[in-house]
């Protein structure tokens, strides 16, 4: 049966689709050969080097998979059978690479930080000297916690050691300023669905020239053939005759390169500050209802806003009734914090004053508390009219 009704997402991922994404879907069927998907692809892979400010010696494109297949591609194509892969873990996404870089036969170790804490560099550049990893994990902002990792610090101490580094920017890439090439990132990755607010299904992945050295330098095979970077290398680098690798899904490649267009004209500062408003209007309209905010404000993701809920209020139930009553979907925790907070998504299109007022609204009616409405919007323009 077909869905019926337009549902709000106020998730972490996904987003609600990008009205140009959106009109990107309807536009004409090419075939994955077609010259005209390969000059769309041609704009993407510049489009995506500004957006991870890559260097242009990078290799930058699209999987045809979700952020996790990201996530695989780079440890799978960075390192053979037996190398030693360090992941910073301080949630389920780093736990994810832990797993991963154990089915691939990595010798893997993690530095790891308690639940809703960021990783300490200075751990991360311990482990490095007792175990000198061939590649360095860190996920950038842990979305099951709302934490974001110092990327910066952890990068000084990564480059230093001359491993290569991977970076999972699922929930930052489009929502903020990035630079692989400042940082010394040699593997980036997100999921279109994420900061983008494009469909489900497509990972946008960078690699620098760094990296790419170190997979054509391979001994063994890369364990998936699906993600072998230098397979895609012959269908996506212009420099190389174009080669048949696998059927892209053509319909996602125009929508996700919609999507990196209009970020990219919005620019990575006014989206940054778009969520930084939010949040803090946010904040300011639930703490006298009794929320709080999970993570102190020194290492809060911007993107993903945990808040922990005040005592008494039941989390399942609020939640169902705002789903099949209002048409809003709010996340909870997930394990340990399951109950205990709402991760309140700020990535893309989600991150926009009109959806917060609703949801105040929304939520003011089934507190029994009027007013978060005025409030909120009161708390929004004090934040736009005080300086970051
Ligand atoms: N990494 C992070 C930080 C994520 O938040 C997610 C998804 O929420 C993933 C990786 C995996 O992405 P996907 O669910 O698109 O496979």
Redesign the pocket.
Request: proline letters at 8%; zero cysteines.
């Given at each position: 049966m077909k869905p019926q009704g337009e549902v709000l997402l106020l998730t972490?991922?996904p987003t609600p689709i990008h009205p140009r994404a959106l009109a990107a879907m309807q536009w004409p069927m090419r075939g994955h050969m077609d010259p005209d998907v390969f000059a769309y692809n041609d704009g993407i892979v510049e489009d995506l080097k500004k957006l991870y400010g890559a260097p242009q010696d990078a290799f930058a494109s699209l999987l045809s998979?979700?952020?996790?297949?990201?996530?695989e591609a780079g440890l799978a194509n960075l390192l053979e059978p037996g190398e030693r892969l360090l992941v910073a873990n301080n949630g389920v996404?780093g736990r994810?690479m832990v797993e991963m870089g154990q089915r691939l036969g990595a010798d893997v170790r993690s530095v790891d930080a308690e639940l809703g804490k960021p990783i300490d560099p200075a751990a991360v550049a311990h482990a490095i000297d007792a175990f000198q990893p061939h590649v360095v994990a860190v996920?950038?902002?842990?979305?099951?916690t709302g934490v974001i990792n110092p990327v910066e610090a952890i990068a000084d101490v990564v480059r230093a050691s001359g491993a290569l580094f991977s970076v999972?920017a699922?929930?930052t890439v489009g929502m903020m300023p990035f630079s692989m090439d400042e940082l010394g990132i040699d593997y980036a990755y997100t999921?279109s669905?994420?900061c983008l607010s494009a469909p489900?299904g497509l990972?946008p992945v960078v690699y620098s020239r760094r990296a790419m050295e170190k997979v054509a330098s391979r001994t063994t095979p890369v364990a998936t053939w699906y993600a072998d970077a230098v397979g895609m290398q012959a269908y996506w680098d212009p420099g190389q005759p174009r080669s048949y690798h696998h059927t892209i899904p053509v319909q996602l490649h125009w929508a996700t390169g919609e999507a990196i267009k209009a970020a990219l004209e919005e620019g990575l500062e006014t989206r940054a500050e778009r969520v930084r408003h939010l949040a803090s209007a946010i904040l300011d309209t639930l703490a006298p209802e009794g929320f709080a905010p999970f993570i102190p404000a020194e290492w809060r993701l911007p993107t993903v806003l945990a808040v922990t809920l005040p005592p008494g209020l039941d989390d399942a139930a609020m939640r169902k009734q705002m789903r099949e009553q209002h048409n809003i979907s709010v996340t909870g925790g997930l394990g340990p914090t399951a109950g205990r907070i709402w991760r309140l998504g700020l990535m893309g299109e989600t991150a926009h004053r009109e959806h917060y007022r609703r949801f105040m609204d929304v939520l003011g009616g089934m507190l029994g508390s009027p007013g978060l409405v005025e409030r909120f919007e009161a708390a929004y323009d004090e934040a736009v009219a005080t300086p970051a």
């Open positions: 972490p991922g998979g979700t952020g996790s297949l990201g996530m996404f994810r996920v950038h902002g842990e979305t099951s999972d699922v929930t999921g669905q994420k489900p990972a």
